[in-house]
């Protein structure tokens, strides 16, 4: 754990009864470093917080503290640069040990007395932790709070721990009552369940918990629905290996995309997005959500009985932006996975025009498809190499040569933007002698459009292309 936070609590707290507990204590025995902290306290949790704050201030080190509960008796106190953070509560029951048996799991039970001394482990964590075993503290702990049910997976996949058995069955008996958890603190847990290096297997677990149906029914739905002769696999299997490539591409872009654009596909994967995601984490969310709407526009072709799923990708938008507004995820994060949903087919429309592409194209797809022009055309990348069916093969190399190069002209409109026109509107009106409407908004997007394919250059070719467009005659002014 952190030595300078661990030093400011010890300051802080000197002469009081405090147990450092939870997250802290299992991740310094696992060698972890963690800023981290837990606190339980043995008298006011309030008055402790503020303690830490103060010390903290002292030691150059200003922190916000603030009540996350006062019913509770939970309190945070928040280094303001982020380096590190306390969570103060107060010692519930009689005992440290009648606290302890409130928690979760029991890698989860062990406390550490704040002044140092050996760990206290009543429900024998310590030896759980060795065997890679995750076990719940008592048979109470799903049905305290539900959510533990989604915790499972999540520490399970973050930890590398293996469940053991009756802790799996009270995990799925308790599965349903995650309809009445706060969306909020389900999209806590499932943020931290995709974003991590083992998310398709913590996704199986939920679905073996039957967690998955109530966290995220979009994803679950895709269990069994069979595909055209095109894919290896049914619509949840397929998403899941998105997924998979989705991770290999934050890995390593160069194996996908190239060496070329390599640098610059990992720099915008790494980028904050919202929520405390990067693009890289929300292009997980998208491989997710990309077919959630396949169940439902499945159809079966009468001529030569090809299975199809028309308008999914439009219907998928609006699904996702659905399952994204329940988790009460932030509007921005909604909208950037909508996005993704809504044209994850694009490029893989254009395969079958004539190659290379002209810039016409080009820019109707990048139009189109901004702000996420360089985000889907990854997601589309993924997207083939997960569909190995028929003539997979050659399918794939064709849709690997366009992406290449559409992904530079991708990077190259996100750094610069789109073209500006070398008219602006009021100077388009009167050139046309008309005034300023829709019309107007549409000639511009034309002009854009021409000079991004190079066939506009001056303004007088620009404004002898809107006259064409409009059969304008030259206006009075005109030399």
């Given at each position: 754990m952190s030595a300078g936070a661990l030093q400011i609590a010890r300051a802080a707290l000197a002469g009081r009864e405090a147990w450092l507990v939870g997250g802290?204590?299992?991740?310094?025995?696992?060698?972890?470093?963690?800023?981290?902290?837990?606190?339980?306290?043995?008298?006011?949790?309030?008055?402790?917080?503020?303690?830490?704050?103060?010390?903290?201030?002292?030691?150059?080190?200003?922190?916000?503290?603030?009540?996350?509960?006062?019913?509770?008796?939970?309190?945070?106190?928040?280094?303001?640069?982020?380096s590190f953070q306390f969570d103060v509560e107060a010692l519930r029951g009689d005992s440290l040990q009648a606290d302890l048996a409130l928690r979760d799991f029991t890698v989860n039970a062990i406390a550490q007395p704040l002044d140092e001394g050996e760990p206290i482990d009543p429900f024998d964590g310590l030896s759980d932790l060795q065997a890679g075993r995750l076990r719940m503290v008592g048979e109470h702990a799903f049905a305290d709070d539900p959510l533990r049910v989604l915790r499972l997976a999540r520490v399970a996949v973050e930890l590398e721990l293996e469940p053991e058995p009756a802790t799996v069955l009270a995990a799925c008996k308790s599965a349903p009552d995650l309809d009445r958890v706060a969306a909020e603190r389900i999209f806590l847990e499932l943020r931290r369940i995709v974003a991590s290096s083992r998310a398709p297997h913590g996704l199986e677990l939920m679905g073996k918990l039957g967690a998955l149906l109530h966290a995220l029914p979009e994803v679950d739905a895709l269990r069994g629905v069979i595909q055209s002769r095109y894919h290896h696999r049914d619509v949840y299997g397929h998403t899941v290996e998105v997924l998979e490539g989705v991770m290999a591409l934050q890995a390593d872009p160069a194996e996908a995309v190239g060496s070329e654009h390599a640098a610059a596909v990992a720099a915008l994967l790494d980028e904050p997005?919202?929520?405390?995601?990067?693009?890289?984490?929300?292009?997980?969310?998208?491989?997710?959500?990309?077919?959630?709407?396949?169940?439902?526009?499945?159809?079966?072709?009468?001529?030569?009985?090809?299975?199809?799923?028309?308008?999914?990708?439009?219907?998928?938008?609006?699904?996702?932006?659905?399952?994204?507004?329940?988790?009460?995820?932030?509007?921005?994060?909604?909208?950037?996975?909508?996005?993704?949903?809504?044209?994850?087919?694009?490029?893989?429309?254009?395969?079958?025009?004539?190659?290379?592409?002209?810039?016409?194209?080009?820019?109707?797809?990048?139009?189109?498809?901004?702000?996420?022009?360089?985000?889907?055309?990854?997601?589309?990348?993924?997207?083939?190499?997960?569909?190995?069916?028929?003539?997979?093969?050659?399918?794939?190399?064709?849709?690997?040569?366009?992406a290449r190069a559409m992904l530079a002209d991708a990077l190259r409109w996100r750094e610069q933007g789109q073209p500006v026109p070398l008219l602006r509107g009021d100077e388009l009106a009167r050139e046309l002698d008309v005034d300023p409407g829709p019309c107007i908004g549409q000639l511009l997007e034309e002009l854009r459009k021409a000079q991004y394919a190079g066939d506009v250059l001056t303004r007088e070719q620009a404004v002898e292309l809107v006259r064409s467009r409009t059969g304008r005659a030259p206006t009075r002014s005109d030399p």
């Open positions: 802290a204590v299992r991740d310094n025995l696992l060698g972890r470093t963690s800023a981290d902290l837990d606190l339980i306290v043995d008298g006011d949790p309030g008055e402790a917080a503020r303690l830490l704050a103060r010390h903290a201030r002292e030691s150059g080190s200003p922190a916000a503290c603030f009540a996350l509960s006062e019913a509770f008796g939970a309190f945070r106190v928040m280094a303001r640069d982020g997005l919202a929520d405390e995601l990067t693009r890289g984490d929300a292009l997980r969310w998208g491989a997710l959500l990309h077919d959630a709407a396949k169940p439902a526009t499945r159809a079966v072709r009468a001529g030569d009985g090809r299975v199809t799923f028309i308008g999914h990708d439009v219907l998928g938008a609006e699904l996702a932006l659905e399952a994204m507004a329940r988790l009460k995820a932030s509007v921005r994060l909604r909208e950037h996975v909508a996005a993704l949903v809504r044209n994850h087919l694009r490029l893989g429309f254009l395969v079958h025009e004539h190659q290379p592409l002209d810039r016409a194209t080009a820019f109707d797809y990048l139009r189109a498809c901004e702000p996420v022009e360089v985000d889907v055309t990854l997601l589309s990348v993924c997207d083939r190499l997960a569909t190995r069916g028929d003539r997979a093969e050659e399918s794939i190399q064709a849709h690997l040569r366009l």
